[in-house]
Antibody
Framework: QVQLVESGGGVVQPGGSLRLSCAAS????????MHWVRQAPGKGLEGVAF????????YYVESVKGRFTISRDNSKNTLYLQMNSLRAEDTAVYYC??????????????WGQGTMVTVSS | QSALTQPASVSGSPGQSITISCTGT?????????VSWYQQNPGKAPKLMIY???NRPSGVSDRFAGSKSGNTASLSISGLQAEDEADYYC??????????FGGGTKLTVL
């Protein structure tokens, strides 16, 4: 079955960096757009970044532009999120999600279990 | 891009029907058919319930239905069951090529 497993979360100081990974299985990873979505404690959902199936287009929410970079390695079936210059407001559970379509972004079809990122001194 | 507007809470009794609204603008909900709905239980990842305004993924009960009129999308749940109690979020494609969410609606089954 389709499975997404995030890793790389943890506690980091403000201004620090972290790289999240999302290992995909059970579907043809190279045929779908992929997302990172976050949810701050007790808050709603926020789409962070999207990457097309072939990596040719990437879109980011305004608050992370210039600090976060989404990428993928289709040979390893893995999605990444490089997070630099982290701020307290980046504290959240980060989910990776498979888009419903090849091109997208259209809908968050399947979700991972999430990984917690805490930015604190 | 501002979040889509959803009611903070709705409630209904078992067997009843409820509707959750999701209001945006012509730059998101009103301009595209990529509107989707998600169910989230406490401590769990969200689950896709409706995509492309009114389509149900395989395995989602036909008690869930989506629609759209102008800048407002709606999620209807008929034959309400205790297991439907959860948070529900809408999402829409935007003119900035991103997907934005609503603030979420807590559904209580009385």
């Amino acid at each position: 079955q389709v499975q997404l497993v995030e890793s790389g979360g943890g506690v980091v100081q403000p201004g620090g960096s972290l790289r999240l990974s999302c290992a995909a299985s059970g579907f043809t990873f190279s045929s779908y757009g992929m997302h990172w979505v976050r949810q701050a404690p007790g808050k709603g959902l926020e789409g962070v970044a999207f990457i097309r199936y072939d990596g040719s287009k990437k879109y980011y929410v305004e608050s992370v532009k210039g600090r976060f970079t989404i990428s993928r390695d289709n040979s390893k079936n893995t999605l990444y999120l490089q997070m630099n210059s982290l701020r307290a407001e980046d504290t959240a559970v980060y989910y990776c999600a498979k888009d419903y379509y090849l091109d997208g972004p259209a809908a968050f079809h399947v979700w991972g279990q999430g990984t917690m990122v805490t930015v604190s001194s | 891009q501002s979040a889509l507007t959803q009611p903070a809470s709705v409630s209904g009794s078992p067997g009843q029907s409820i509707t959750i609204s999701c209001t945006g603008t012509t730059s998101d909900v009103g301009g595209y058919y990529y509107v989707s709905w998600y169910q989230q239980n406490p401590g769990k990842a969200p689950k896709l319930m409706i995509y492309d305004v009114s389509n149900r993924p395989s395995g989602v009960s036909d008690r869930f239905a989506g629609s759209k009129s102008g800048n407002t999308a709606s999620l209807s749940i008929s034959g309400l069951q205790a297991e439907d109690e959860a948070d529900y979020y809408c999402s829409s494609y935007t003119s900035s090529h991103t997907l934005i969410f609503g603030g979420g609606t807590k559904l209580t089954v009385l």
